[in-house]
């Protein structure tokens, strides 16, 4: 069973930056796909970025393009978050999700129904 577990979450200024970790209980991270979403109160779980390792292969929602960057540590089986200029309508529960990719990729998944493993979820706070 692949474990995920998120962390880096925290309260932070808007202007500021968070830098979110999701380690990865397999072997390699090159056959899964590894998607970062988010869930305010009161409304639905929503995709912010995903990477597929093997290829490169990244996808931003539009509301985070420019601002956010994903990117994996292959050796530490880790995918990062990097979140720069963060707004008060980032703050919300974050999770790390994963997928076995069995065939080749043509574009990486980001909704959540897409999403096999889940992490617990690392709180971010954007507030003055």
């Known amino acids: 069973q692949l474990q995920l577990v998120e962390s880096g979450g925290g309260l932070v200024q808007p202007g500021g930056s968070l830098r979110l970790s999701c380690a990865a209980s397999?072997?390699?991270?090159?056959?899964?796909?590894i998607g970062w979403f988010r869930q305010a109160p009161g409304k639905e779980r929503e995709g912010v970025s995903c990477?597929?390792?093997?290829?490169?292969?990244?996808r931003y929602a539009d509301s985070v393009k420019g601002r956010f960057t994903i990117y994996s540590d292959n050796a530490k089986n880790t995918v990062y978050l990097q979140m720069n200029s963060l707004k008060p309508e980032d703050t919300g529960v974050y999770y790390c999700?994963?997928?076995?990719?069995?065939?080749?990729?043509?574009?990486?998944?980001?909704?959540?129904?897409?999403?096999?493993?889940w992490g617990q979820g690392t709180q971010v706070t954007v507030s003055p």
């Open positions: 999700a994963a997928v076995a990719v069995h065939s080749e990729v043509v574009v990486v998944p980001m909704l959540p129904e897409e999403y096999d493993y």
């Open positions: 990477i597929y390792s093997r290829d490169g292969s990244r």
């Open positions: 397999v072997f390699t991270l090159d056959y899964y796909a």
